[in-house]
């Protein structure tokens, strides 16, 4: 089955740098890549997703990158604010297959003001 | 409006206890799903409906059963509740089953 690995698990920033998570796949099959985030007591929430047949997608401060041939994918927010503190999980899923969402054990950002 | 809700938020019961979650949406999706966060955090699919029909069911125990008596309404069942139990389960619901996944608040069990 897919495997998803993510770093860090933890990831402290001071207001306005730029934060960079990481995740790793196994599955080659996989081809849909959703960033999801958590605040506290509150259920995961999309922020972005990516398909495997781009290698990038942006969305305001946020950007996410696919490497299909390292199966490697990130999730860059620029410009931090206090606000985007929360947990952040990667994903990984096949959707010409069992669609099975696989998540990655999440990190916790810290944006300090 | 809330797009996916449940009930109760809160659930604190003794082991060997049976209990319900109920989970509702009016997106007009057609699959629902269930998972479970452990302490750490780790999010776990458990189950998937589509169209009230079961087609992801993990490995769980099988004192946890999906009712689906909707397409609106997926509730999670849980008998002869267990310590290992507590943790905060969502429910979620997407489109189809390839689109993106749309979580309720969670509901925190605690099992003492």
């Known amino acids: 089955g897919e495997n998803v690995e993510q770093h860090p698990s933890t990831l402290s920033v001071q207001e306005g740098d730029s934060a960079v998570i990481k995740c790793t796949y196994s599955?080659?099959?996989?081809?849909?890549f959703p960033w999801y985030k958590q605040e506290l007591g509150k259920g995961p929430q999309l922020i972005i997703d990516?398909?495997?047949?781009?290698g990038e997608k942006k969305d305001q401060r946020i950007a996410v990158t696919l490497n299909k041939t390292a199966k490697h994918f990130s999730l860059h927010i620029t410009e931090t604010q206090p606000e985007d503190s929360a947990v952040y999980f990667c994903?990984?899923?096949?959707?010409?297959?069992?669609?099975?969402?696989?998540f990655g054990r999440g990190t916790s950002l810290i944006v300090h003001p | 409006d809330t797009a996916v809700s449940q009930t109760p938020k809160y659930l604190v019961t003794q082991m060997g206890n049976d209990k319900s979650i109920k989970c509702e949406q009016n997106?007009?999706?057609?699959?629902m799903y269930w998972y479970k966060q452990d302490s750490k955090k780790f999010l776990k699919i458990m189950f998937s409906?589509?169209?009230?029909?079961?087609?992801i069911n993990e490995t769980v125990p099988n004192r946890f059963s999906p009712k689906s008596p909707d397409k609106a309404h997926l509730n999670l069942h849980i008998n002869s509740l267990e310590l290992g139990d507590s943790a905060v389960y969502f429910c979620?619901?997407?489109?189809?089953?390839?689109?993106?996944?749309?979580f309720g608040p969670g509901t925190r069990l605690t099992v003492t």
């Open positions: 979620a619901s997407s489109h189809d089953l390839d689109y993106e996944q749309y």
């Open positions: 599955d080659s099959a996989s081809n849909y």
């Open positions: 990516i398909r495997s047949n781009v």
């Open positions: 994903a990984a899923s096949n959707r010409g297959g069992s669609y099975i969402p696989t």
């Open positions: 997106l007009g999706h057609d699959t």
């Open positions: 409906y589509n169209n009230k029909e079961l087609i």
